[in-house]
């Protein structure tokens, strides 16, 4: 197995409250329930990150607060959290070069950021040996509150490096 990892979890559902600008939309009670869902998910998974890559955006920075707060304060206090602009409204290519920046030499990089960008970054890293049925659900899209795991054999954004190894939705898994 690959000795690191990139997580891509989309923001948890998000309302849409009259007058509130897109980029402050908070989430939903269910989707903080997804958020703690997957917090919880990654820490029996033994996939608590050394970096978080988060927008700004408030569903996202909601998400991975609600997300981190499933852990231990140790565990939360270990991670090194970063909030990059350039993953709201993010290009696939947008979220590639923040991973290129941030992550060096880190084990388990997260980034919390928006659709269409990860899953797109998901399908694009998808090298051989993937999991088909990983494939499949990212080229559907990611759901809200759900996961993509890549595992890391090169270089972070190294095509032919990388594996597609699951999808995880709190809301099946």
């Known amino acids: 197995m690959s000795d690191r990892l990139l ?24 989707g903080v329930e997804q958020a703690r869902a997957m ?17 700004p955006a408030a569903r996202a920075a909601q998400t991975w607060h609600e997300v981190a707060d ?3 304060p140790d565990r939360r206090s270990r991670v090194r959290v970063v909030s990059e602009a350039s993953l709201y409204e993010a290009t696939p290519q947008a979220v590639l070069d923040a991973v290129e920046l ?3 030499d880190q084990r388990v990089v997260v980034v919390c950021a928006h659709e269409p960008a990860l899953s797109e970054v998901a399908h ?30 090169g270089g972070w954004v190294e095509r032919g490096a990388t594996r597609l190894v699951a999808v995880h939705d709190p809301r099946v898994d």
């Open 7 to 30: 997580l891509l979890v989309r923001h948890a559902k998000a309302a849409r409250p009259p007058a509130t600008a897109d980029h402050d939309r908070p989430l939903t009670p269910a």
């Open 39 to 55: 917090g919880t998910r990654l820490e029996t998974q033994g996939l608590v990150p050394d970096l978080a890559l988060v927008s």
């Open 70 to 72: 499933q852990w231990a």
């Open 102 to 104: 941030y992550a060096q």
């Open 124 to 153: 694009l890293l998808a090298g051989p040996g993937s999991d088909p049925l990983a494939v499949a659900g990212v080229v559907e899209g990611l759901r809200t509150g759900s996961a993509a795991v890549i595992t890391v054999e």
